[in-house]
């Protein structure tokens, strides 16, 4: 079966280190999602990407934030300047239709800032 | 808030009762949709209904939808302990690409 794969699974770094976690989303999908859960609560909508472009984003989706897709497959979200906020398990999402289409998540990479 | 809230927070039931959750929600909505967290996993989409249908089922699953009052509930039946799990609803926004979640329900299904 089909599925989003995020890479890596767990990334330490040091406060003010950029940070690019990566995702694969599922192949015929048009739509990306990036979403933020610090632990043990809520999921957090970050930005929405479609045809090359973000769509919409959250207000914590600020300057230090920005996503790619630098090729067919990938999808990345940069942090530039890390702060000790930013720990979380970051969700990578597709789907392939907009308004009734299911996301599809992927295992998450978990962000631990030092 | 992103978008809605939901309640309980948390609920535990013996296996074989029933567990219901609510959510509220604010904007307009094409559709809502229910899905599962296992601890440290990502979310797995459980069931989707339109802001046209009032209730739909799937398999122990039962979902209401009420556009009016913007909430939304999800009945699970027969629980077992595999259904421990956060659940959580999601707005799909009318004319936008935007999918909130809800706060999630952590559910305990006690064997």
């Known amino acids: 079966e089909p599925e989003v794969t995020q890479t890596p699974s767990h990334q330490v770094t040091q406060m003010g280190q950029e940070v690019i976690l990566r995702c694969v989303p599922i192949?015929?999908?048009?739509?990306f999602y990036w979403y933020r859960q610090i632990l043990g609560q809520k999921v957090e909508f970050l930005v929405s990407?479609?045809?090359?472009?973000?769509?919409?984003k959250s207000e914590i989706f600020d300057d230090q934030f920005s996503v790619e897709r630098p090729d067919g497959s990938n999808f990345t979200l940069k942090i530039r300047s890390t702060k000790l906020e930013d720990s979380a398990m970051y969700f990578c999402?597709?789907?392939?239709?907009?308004?009734?289409?299911?996301?599809?998540f992927g295992e998450g990479s978990r962000l631990t800032v030092l | 808030s992103q978008q809605g809230e939901e309640d309980p927070q948390a609920l535990s039931i013996q296996e074989g009762e029933n567990a219901t959750m609510n959510c509220s929600y604010k904007?307009?909505?094409?559709?809502l949709q229910w899905y599962r967290q296992n601890s440290g996993r990502g979310l797995v989409h459980l069931i989707l209904?339109?802001?046209?249908?009032r209730e739909k089922h799937s398999g122990r699953l039962r979902v209401t939808l009420d556009t009016s009052k913007k909430s939304s509930s999800l009945l699970i039946t027969a629980s077992r302990a595999a259904d421990t799990a956060s659940y959580f609803c999601?707005?799909?926004?009318?004319?936008?690409?935007?999918?909130?979640f809800g706060s999630g329900t952590k559910l305990n299904v006690k064997p």
């Open positions: 192949s015929n999908h048009l739509y």
């Open positions: 209904i339109r802001s046209n249908e």
């Open positions: 904007t307009s909505i094409n559709n």
């Open positions: 999601a707005t799909d926004e009318y004319n936008f690409n935007k999918f909130y």
């Open positions: 990407f479609y045809n090359n472009e973000i769509s919409e």
């Open positions: 999402a597709s789907r392939a239709d907009l308004g009734t289409g299911e996301l599809f």
